[in-house]
């Protein structure tokens, strides 16, 4: 069984911790990480649109890659030591929902955490991005709440009108 799990600041020891309670023995399970390749391309175009590309060794966007790279070897080495398995770690870089579509591609399950409004129950716990991969995982999915889930109380009522049983 192959088991991947989705790594994001914030969220990801909820994700181990779901893993190590529901991984068979010998599963291979690969933390995956994926950096976006926003603010490293901002920097990058800044620098070349007000600076001018005569200095590309001054080029802040390229520092800011070097940082991504190093926290998310960071995170991953945090999320390996805290799951205490063999696990493979993978970094991606481009957009979350693809890649992490993408990496789940031959995978038998999937493992992210709720990134959205967490006061509620509902589907606006999941943001856009869990959204998508909920929605064209090609694997099951396991979603887990990143703290103790909230109360049933927090359902919203039901629609007003006559209701149906049965």
Do not use: K
Request: charged content about 20%; aromatic content about 4%.
């Amino acid at each position: 069984m192959t088991i991947i799990a989705w790594i994001v600041e914030g969220t990801w020891p909820a994700c181990v911790d779901a893993v190590r309670a529901h991984a068979p023995e010998n599963a291979d399970i690969a933390l995956l990480h994926v950096s976006g390749p926003e603010v490293p391309g901002a920097a990058h175009g800044a620098y070349a649109g007000l600076l001018g590309r005569a200095r590309p060794d001054r080029d802040p966007g390229t520092a800011m890659e070097h940082l991504a790279a190093a926290s998310a070897e960071q995170l991953l080495a945090a999320a390996a030591e805290r799951l205490g398995l063999p696990c493979a770690r993978e970094e991606r870089t481009g957009r979350a929902e693809h890649e992490v579509v993408t990496a789940a591609e031959d995978a038998d399950l999937l493992v992210l955490a709720r990134d959205g409004d967490r006061s509620h129950l509902g589907p606006r716990s999941l943001g856009p991005v869990s959204r998508f991969i909920v929605d064209h995982a090609p694997c099951p999915v396991l979603l887990v709440w990143p703290e103790a889930a909230p109360s049933t109380a927090t359902l919203p009522p039901p629609p007003p009108g006559p209701h149906r049983h049965g």
